[in-house]
T-cell receptor, first 115, second 112 residues
């Protein structure tokens, strides 16, 4: 079955440590997205990528970095500069970059906590 | 800027109806609706495009008034499975790209 796979499901970060969240899709979608979800805040866009080797900052990109070397993969690194990383992270994809008339498909998320 | 959803939370008995509203201060190209169960991924419900379109999905329907930059989600004869948090996402232009901005969500609880 096609879908989006996020790993790990739970992740713990030590102070000063960078951690990388994995997102893989086999839907052959061009566009991929990373969202952060905090209680009562909805989903906030961190980064998005509309084609391979290209990505744009979303609304809350500070302290995060991404890469898009392959169409299937869009890993997110939470750097030590992100002082409040505890949140639920969701990866999504869409067929093309034009999000106006097509749905986003979400992975099951990674819950990140600070040790 | 996030669209504003109202109410923040609503509690229903099975079989009752509910309306969830979503409004934006920006010109909108479309409105998306998603439902999320606790700890799970959001699930797509429907997209409303320009033109005052109304769409339906099972007993859930929605409308979009582009002039008022508002959308409403209508849940009729609610079922226990409708419980969850409902998010609207508004598609607007950011530079040369379109992106989706989500509201903070409306928590719907359906009791027996």
């Amino acid at each position: 079955d096609g879908g989006i796979t996020q790993s790990p499901k739970y992740l713990f970060r030590k102070e000063g440590q960078n951690v990388t969240l994995s997102c893989e899709q086999n839907l052959n979608h061009d566009a991929m997205y990373w969202y952060r979800q905090d209680p009562g805040q909805g989903l906030r866009l961190i980064y998005y990528s509309q084609i391979v080797n290209d990505f744009q900052k979303g609304d809350i990109a500070e302290g995060y970095s991404v890469s898009r070397e392959k169409k299937e993969s869009f890993p997110l690194t939470v750097t030590s500069a992100q002082k409040n990383p505890t949140a639920f992270y969701l990866c999504a994809s869409s067929v093309t970059r034009d999000i106006r008339n097509q749905p986003q498909h979400f992975g099951d998320g990674t819950r990140l906590s600070i040790l | 800027q996030q669209p504003v959803q109202s109410p923040q939370a609503v509690i229903l008995r099975e079989g009752e109806d509910a309306v969830i509203n979503c409004s934006s201060s920006k010109a909108l190209y479309s409105v998306h609706w998603y439902r999320q169960k606790h700890g799970e991924a959001p699930v797509f419900l429907m997209i409303l495009l320009k033109g005052g379109e109304q769409k339906g999905h099972e007993k859930i329907s929605a409308s979009f008034n582009e002039k008022k930059q508002q959308s409403s989600l209508y849940l009729t004869a609610s079922q226990l499975s409708y419980s969850g948090t409902y998010f609207c996402g508004t598609a607007d232009r950011g530079g040369s790209n379109y992106k989706l901005t989500f509201g903070k969500g409306t928590l719907l609880t359906v009791n027996p």
